[in-house]
Nanobody, 124 residues
Framework: QVQLVESGGGLVQAVGSLRLACTAS????????TGWFRQAAGKEREFVAH????????DYADSVKGRFTIVRDDAENTVHLQMNNLKPEDTAVYSC?????????????????WGPGSQVTVSS
């Protein structure tokens, strides 16, 4: 059974940066696609970023393109989300998720393991 834990969230001022980490136990990241999603208060969960199992392919929501970068560190069994030029509208609980073997997707229902989430708050 895989377990995911997010870290690195917190409070930051607008235009600042944060680096989130998603660390897995019970399964190596290197064979599975990984995604980051976020959910703001009162809103539905939305896709943020995805990285393929090989790391060769990435996808981003239009709202974060050019500001966020997803990278994988298979040696540390961790996937990072570097968030730069943060805006107040980025405030949300950020969760990482792992897709089933062989599945590459940005659709949250298709991910089968989720972390508990990490709060990111951006002040104006």
């Amino acid at each position: 059974q895989v377990q995911l834990v997010e870290s690195g969230g917190g409070l930051v001022q607008a235009v600042g940066s944060l680096r989130l980490a998603c660390t897995a136990s019970g399964r190596t990241f290197s064979r599975y696609a990984t995604g980051w999603f976020r959910q703001a208060a009162g809103k539905e969960r939305e896709f943020v970023a995805h990285i393929s199992w090989s790391g060769a392919s990435t996808d981003y929501a239009d709202s974060v393109k050019g500001r966020f970068t997803i990278v994988r560190d298979d040696a540390e069994n961790t996937v990072h989300l570097q968030m730069n030029n943060l805006k107040p509208e980025d405030t949300a609980v950020y969760s990482c998720a792992v897709a089933p073997w062989g599945r590459e997707t940005i659709q949250s229902p298709e991910y089968d393991h989720w972390g508990p989430g990490s709060q990111v708050t951006v002040s104006s």
